[in-house]
C-alpha cells in the first residue's frame, strides 16, 4: 500500500520571517564556506525558539510548567483535525464559531487571519477559554493555529494558553494550513530536546488524508 503524501504546514525559515515586535528574528552567519575555498560550510543560527511553526513548552506560560525537553514525544506524533473557521480578524474562536465536530486528540484550526508568514499582522485571530474547555470535554491533547499565538496579539494576560495550562492541552502555533482541506491527517511536528527551553521551532507536516475511525491514538 503506498504512503499517503505529506504536507508541509511549515513557513520557510528566513531572515523574512516575521517574529513578534521585540523578539529575535532568525539570522544566519557564515563561518566557513565551501564556495569561498573552504574545505567544508558551517553556519551559526541565531533566533527566537517560538520562530515560524512552533511548539510552547508549559514552562512559556505556566509556573512550574514543564520545559520542552521534557514533553512527551507522542504529543506531536498521531491522528490529527483540521477544522477551518470563518471567523474576523482579532476574534476569539468559540465553540459557536464551529460547524463541525472535534473528533480527534490533535486539532489545528485554519483561521485564514494571517496571511503572510513573512509580514507582521497582529490583527489575528486567537482561542477562547470556552473553545479550549469544549477542546478538553472532547479529550484533545493538541491544539494548533495557523497564526503566531493561541492569544490575542496584544494580550497581556493570555487567558487561552493558561486555560491550556490548566487543562494540560499542548500548543503549536504559526502553522501554514492555506489550501489544506479540511478533514483527517496524521501530524507529526516534533520539538527538539532544548533542555530548559520554553518551546522549539518544528517541522510540521500532515500525512493524509486518512479515514475518519483512525482519530483515536
Known amino acids: 500500500m503506498p504512503l499517503m503524501p505529506l504536507i508541509d504546514i511549515t513557513p520557510r525559515v ?8 521585540g523578539d529575535t528574528a532568525m539570522s544566519r552567519e557564515v ?21 515560524g511553526a512552533h511548539v510552547d513548552a508549559p514552562s512559556h506560560y505556566g509556573k512550574g510548567g ?3 525537553e521534557q514533553q512527551s514525544l507522542d504529543l506531536y506524533v498521531g491522528p490529527c483535525q ?7 480578524k482579532r476574534h476569539r474562536i468559540r465553540p459557536e464559531d464551529l460547524r463541525t465536530e472535534i473528533n480527534a486528540p490533535r486539532v489545528l484550526f485554519a483561521t485564514g487571519t494571517y496571511s503572510n508568514p513573512d509580514q507582521w499582522d497582529g490583527d489575528f485571530a486567537a482561542l477562547s477559554v470556552e473553545l479550549v474547555d469544549l477542546l478538553h470535554a472532547r479529550g ?11 492569544d490575542l496579539s496584544d494580550s ?14 499542548s500548543i503549536v502555533e504559526g ?3 492555506e489550501g489544506v482541506a479540511q478533514g483527517f491527517y496524521e501530524l507529526i511536528a516534533l520539538p527538539l530536546a532544548l533542555e530548559g527551553f520554553d518551546g522549539s521551532p518544528v517541522r510540521a507536516v500532515l500525512r493524509g488524508p486518512i479515514p475518519d475511525d483512525a482519530t483515536t491514538a
Not at 528566513?14 to 515586535?21: G, I, Q, Y
Not at 484533545?140 to 497564526?147: K, M, N, P, S
Open 14 to 21: 528566513s531572515p523574512r520571517l516575521a517574529v513578534f515586535p
Open 175 to 177: 502553522v501554514v494550513l
Open 156 to 169: 497581556k494576560d493570555l487567558p487561552a494558553h493558561h486555560r491550556l495550562f490548566q487543562h494540560d492541552i
Open 31 to 51: 563561518l566557513l564556506d565551501i564556495e569561498r575555498g573552504c574545505n567544508i560550510t558551517l553556519s551559526t543560527l541565531r533566533a527566537t525558539v517560538h520562530l
Open 82 to 88: 483540521v477544522i477551518r473557521v470563518d471567523v474576523p
Open 140 to 150: 484533545v491533547r493538541l491544539v494548533g493555529i495557523d497564526v503566531p499565538s493561541v
Open 66 to 68: 514543564r520545559t520542552i
